[in-house]
């Protein structure tokens, strides 16, 4: 009798410790109804692409941010515009918005903490840009985006100048290409008016356009495709 309760004791121990094995390890040939596991595998990707890609925007606008200028403008009738543009060649070629710079009055181009002097060279009206030359050198570029590999929902990226403080300071924006052919490319990207004249650039860092701002406060961009003929490049 004694010999049967203690066989009976064994297998129910043996059973016990089965049972909190079995539920420890996850097997991976058996259907697990109600586990979350897929769910954190999933969040897990998503966390990583999203790091991923905080990372290369960070990396792109560090190597972008020295390309972009302040433009402030004082008009004849008092009237003060101010906006950004973009260092194209090294030796001191800019190009920003011709509405920033309207004939006959006095501009200001900041450039990398300096306020240099400049020759306004031309003006495109149609397609509203103008090629600045300033007397400096040894300045950053960017590289220019392939617009035929260009997708929609794209991310992009804006930097642009504030001259909401006492010393400009470069602001960025992003979000993604909603609509682009060759002669115009639409963001869901909204902002302030100074940022008119800012580049836009793919994650890459390269020079997808140069920026407008409707009333409404929506960005759409002048594509490098009618920029890089205007500056004979």
Do not use: C, H
């Amino acid at each position: 009798m004694a010999k049967s309760v203690l066989k009976i004791l064994i297998v129910f121990v043996i059973g016990m410790a089965g049972g909190i094995f079995a539920d420890q390890v996850n097997w991976p040939f058996l259907e697990n109804e109600g586990t979350t596991s897929p769910v954190y595998v999933t969040e897990k990707k998503e966390i990583t692409t999203y790091v991923q890609e905080n990372v290369a925007l960070r990396e792109a606008v560090e190597r972008v941010e020295k390309t972009v200028i302040g433009v402030k403008t004082q008009t004849p009738t008092g009237e003060v515009l101010q906006g950004s543009g973009l260092i194209v060649t090294s030796d001191g070629l800019l190009v920003t918005l011709a509405s920033l710079v309207p004939r006959g009055s006095d501009f200001y181009f900041y450039v990398d903490g300096q306020w240099p002097a400049y020759q306004i060279l031309k003006r495109d009206l149609e397609n509203d840009l103008a090629l600045v030359k300033i007397e400096d050198g040894g300045l950053s570029t960017a590289g220019f985006a392939d617009l035929t590999k260009m997708k929609l929902g794209e991310r992009i990226f804006l930097v642009g100048m504030d001259f909401s403080t006492t010393t400009p300071q470069r602001i960025v924006n992003d979000g993604i290409i909603s609509f682009f052919n060759e002669n115009s490319i639409k963001t869901n990207i909204f902002d302030v008016s100074t940022v008119a004249g800012s580049p836009l650039f793919n994650i890459e860092g390269n020079i997808v356009g140069l920026n407008a701002v409707a009333e409404d406060g929506r960005v759409s961009t002048i594509p490098i495709s009618i920029i890089r003929p205007f500056l004979g490049l």
